[in-house]
């Protein structure tokens, strides 16, 4: 079992840089592919990033490459999303989600969300 919560998240303009925070509870969080998603008003959930158990191996979406850095501390059981050069497209509800079941871009392979963080970027 899994416990994910967020946070980090708040009311920017754009250009600006924010770091989410996603906490884990549960042993298996060392082992486990970590992802971000984020939901906007009447939009699907997407994929945001995604990094593997061992470190070796991170993914990212076209909308937020070479901005976003996901990274994770297995020590601390934390997995953080770096976000810069922010843009008001990128105004969602965040969630982190743990071990998805194959692959690492589909929300509905993953057996444990968090609450979300709500990011909103000001033009």
């Known amino acids: 079992q899994v416990q994910l919560a967020e946070s980090g998240g708040g009311l920017v303009q754009a250009g600006d840089s924010l770091r989410l925070s996603c906490a884990a509870s549960?042993?298996?969080?060392?082992?486990?592919?970590m992802g971000w998603f984020r939901q906007a008003p009447e939009k699907e959930r997407e994929f945001v990033a995604a990094i593997s158990w061992s470190f070796t191996s991170t993914y990212y979406a076209d909308s937020v490459k070479g901005r976003f850095i996901i990274s994770r501390d297995n020590g601390k059981n934390t997995v953080y999303l770096q976000m810069n050069s922010l843009k008001p497209e990128d105004t969602a509800v965040y969630y982190c989600?743990?071990?998805?079941?194959?692959?690492?871009?589909?929300?509905?392979?993953?057996?444990?969300w968090g609450q979300g963080t709500q990011v909103t970027v000001s033009s």
């Open positions: 549960g042993r298996m969080f060392s082992t486990s592919v």
């Open positions: 989600a743990a071990r998805p079941t194959s692959g690492y871009r589909d929300p509905v392979k993953y057996q444990y």
